[in-house]
């Protein structure tokens, strides 16, 4: 018996939905860092994005006319969102910036896309989500790449100016990240069309949490098919398949909604029971019966690494935005709270995070800009992405406290709070993302032999002994590369090499090269130990993932600060990308140390440790000088920090505003704030006096002009207003700033 037949025999088969979803989408960046060799002058040569004349127009026009319309303290306090809002957006294409121009659409850049959502996210989640998912995996995208010319030139105009509403519905009751065990089905057979009789599919389905599903006109759906009768051939159970079915359609259920975490956005079921469609309703027609798992993970490659991961840097850079000018304004014990160590160790993680975060943002669809479908690259995007923006929001809304758990008009954290956890179940529940996608998909899909030597073990080709044998030989001369590889660079920092032509750079890039060709000899030998078990090993793959999830953020970070950050603004980012990298560069190190720490085999985990030089699990941790520096630096109103927080939108009179006016406005009257504190060290008044009468009492001292006077008042008025929190009365009727408090409405004694 072969070596061959033998792992035949004990290796699990790799199911069809398995197959498809490891066949689907590209490789990029990710396969250098699984390889060993990170290909730094690749990730700098990709074109930077920047919006195009039409995008910017439509930044500057639409985008900014919807942002403004939008009031979402008043829209969470009602039921829909208002109907000329849901006009406005079809009327403009906001549910078709990825609809090609020849059929009514925008033909926006992935970049443009993510910023456009983004922007809208900093200021409403579910207008955000309502935009993002026509634009994501849907309809839309589907009928782009997969749909006949007539399905086409019928369903993208229409899509394009919101005469018609998507969704689509894959999840169900029984079938959620398993979406090769959903139930619904659809069975080959005749029926009546149109006057005549034609042969179609009778299908039946329970889908649930489908955005936009209660206003749709129009459902996607993702069924089995079957032919018990052979309508179609020999086989009886042809797959996963995917139609498009106008909600007019007799027996087809849509408006009934779910309540996601008191979010505005449509979410609802869907539901048919034994509702018949003709073939003509299937994207692509008849022929793509059976191709729809593979249709869809080949989209999601492109829509996961743009939608949650724009809401992702959106929340974190309105959270460290908010979070920073307030610790600046709000002052305890005499000092602003951003001047507390305990504070600035939150603040200086929030922007090292909210840099990262924008780094990746813009690598990620850049990358997508260049045609590339990248399934791991998206998958990393969409679960660090999201789970950062979580992390950088939970630490504000820490930092704010009382403000930010008081509800009201003014809070620009408590609605965010609330819809964050939103992000981390769609498209992949972020645990199954971590624990299964990212390194299950990226050894198969960046190991250079690895998938071809499965396929080779499961072939029943004759020839299939002598290929894999050859393949095999192969393999092991790529594996005793990468051990030595990892030998080296581990003990000896001089062959670690570098490329950057910054100073400050070159030690990180070498790092980095060191943690990459660990990754790879650790991923050798797991896989030469664990075999197929490694996939049941989720704690262990994990942590494989997570080297390659930090390594790639790390090239991000990288690739920001050396081409997207001026020479004038260098030393404002320096302390951002320091704390980005380090703490990427720790997060790997830390990954790294517990994969061998529980490697559960005790030989190889010996060498494990010879190869990587991990002898203990201590890595190299962010000084708290760094953290010092980057906290002051995030209470600067500097034109880097504007530069990564350039996402957050502004109405005059909302909360950013008002926290901005007063922020700004401290920064003005430093000086006079250092004179009055100069002369009541010297000569102090009455302790009992407001801050208004203790100006008034320096003025007429002659400590005070009246420019200045002016000047500190007007900063205390805006700090006053900020450090507030919305106020109702008894029975929650928001009370306008200024007005009188009615008291006649008091609770029983």
């Not at 849509?254 to 034994?274: I, K, Q, S, V």
């Not at 500097?638 to 008002?658: A, E, R, S």
Request: some cysteine; aromatic content about 8%; charged content about 20%.
């Amino acid at each position: 018996m072969s070596l061959r037949t033998s792992l035949k025999k004990v290796l699990p088969p790799i199911s069809v939905t398995e197959q498809e979803a490891l066949d689907a989408g590209d490789v990029w960046l990710e396969a250098s860092i699984y390889r060993g060799k990170p290909d730094m002058q690749a990730l700098r040569n990709v074109p930077k994005a920047k919006l195009s004349a039409d995008e910017q127009a439509f930044v500057d026009g639409p985008l900014k006319q919807l942002i403004d319309m939008i009031d979402d303290y008043s829209l969470q306090n009602e039921t829909h969102i208002p109907q000329h809002m849901i006009d406005f957006m079809g009327k403009n294409k906001f549910f078709a910036l990825i609809i090609p121009k020849a059929f009514g659409g925008l033909e926006f850049s992935p970049y443009a896309n993510s910023t456009i959502v983004s922007m809208i996210a900093t200021k409403s989640c579910a207008i955000a989500v309502t935009v993002m998912v026509p634009n994501s995996l849907g309809p839309g995208e589907l009928l782009m790449h997969y749909g006949t010319k007539e399905q086409q030139e019928h369903w993208l105009p229409k899509l394009a100016v919101g005469q018609d509403i998507p969704c689509f519905a894959l999840t169900g009751p029984d079938a959620g990240s398993d979406a090769g065990a959903i139930p619904d089905a659809g069975i080959v057979t005749k029926g009546e069309w149109e006057g005549q009789e034609v042969i179609g599919l009778t299908v039946s389905w329970d889908k649930r949490y489908i955005t936009l599903a209660p206003i749709a006109t129009v459902l996607g759906l993702a069924f089995k098919v079957f032919d018990p009768e052979g309508l179609l051939g020999g086989e009886k159970e042809l797959g996963i398949t995917c139609a498009l079915i106008p909600k007019s359609h007799p027996g087809v259920e849509l408006g009934n909604r779910h309540d996601p975490m008191g979010m505005r956005f449509y979410n609802g079921t869907t539901r048919g029971n034994n509702v018949f469609i003709p073939m003509d309703f299937i994207i692509g027609g008849q022929k793509n019966i059976g191709r729809g798992w593979q249709m869809l993970v080949s989209c999601l490659g492109a829509g996961r690494g743009i939608s949650l991961p724009a809401l992702g840097t959106a929340t974190a850079q309105a959270a460290y935005k908010a979070a920073t000018e307030y610790s600046f304004v709000r002052e305890q014990f005499g000092v602003p709270i951003g001047r507390f160590e305990g504070i600035q160790e939150k603040l200086a993680d929030m922007a090292g995070k909210t840099f990262l975060l924008e780094a990746s943002r813009e690598l990620t669809t850049e990358g997508l800009g260049l045609g590339l479908k990248p399934s791991v690259v998206t998958a990393i995007a969409k679960y660090h992405m999201t789970e950062l923006g979580r992390d950088v929001l939970t630490q504000a809304m820490d930092v704010q406290a009382g403000k930010a758990i008081q509800g009201g008009p003014q809070n620009t954290l408590g609605n965010a709070y609330k819809a964050q956890p939103i992000a981390i179940t769609v498209e992949g529940a972020n645990i199954l993302t971590r624990n299964l996608m990212i390194f299950g998909q990226g050894a198969m899909r960046c190991h250079p032999f690895l998938k071809d030597l499965v396929d080779l073990i499961h072939s029943n080709d004759k020839k299939a002994n002598s290929a894999f044998n050859s393949m095999l030989a192969s393999t092991v001369g790529y594996s005793v590369k990468n051990a030595f590889r990892s030998l080296f660079k581990s003990y000896l920092p001089m062959v670690r090499g570098t490329s950057s032509k910054l100073a400050e750079v070159r030690p990180y890039e070498k790092r980095l090269n060191k943690l990459s060709s660990n990754l790879a000899t650790l991923a050798d030998l797991a896989l030469l130990v664990l075999a197929g078990d490694l996939k049941k090993a989720e704690l262990l793959s994990a942590r494989l993932g997570d080297m390659i999830s930090y390594s790639y953020m790390a090239m991000a970070a990288i690739r920001y600060y050396e081409l997207k950050v001026s020479d004038a603004q260098r030393a404002e980012a320096k302390p951002y990308f320091e704390y980005a990298i380090q703490w990427s560069l720790q997060q790997a190190e830390e990954a790294l140390s517990g994969f061998v720490a529980n490697f559960p085999n005790t030989p190889v985990r010996g060498l494990m440790r010879l190869l990587t030089k991990t002898y203990s699990n201590s890595n190299k941790a962010i000084s708290d000088d760094l953290r010092r520096e980057l906290a002051e630096a995030s209470m600067n109103n500097c034109q880097f920090k504007n530069q990564i927080t350039n996402l957050v939108q502004v109405t005059p009179g909302d909360g950013h505003d008002i926290n901005y006016q007063a922020f700004i406005a401290k920064h003005t009257v430093m000086p006079i704030l250092r004179t009055i504190q100069k002369s009541l060290r010297k000569n102090p008044v009455n302790p009992t006096l407001n801050f208004n009468e203790l100006v008034a009492e320096l003025q007429k001292r002659g400590d005070l002009n009246q420019t200045e006077v002016d000047a500190v008042l007007d900063y205390n008025e805006k700090r006053r207003i900020a450090v507030r929190v919305d106020e109702y009365d008894f029975d929650l009727n928001l009370i306008e700033d200024g007005a009188e408090v009615p008291m006649e409405h008091k609770p029983a004694a």
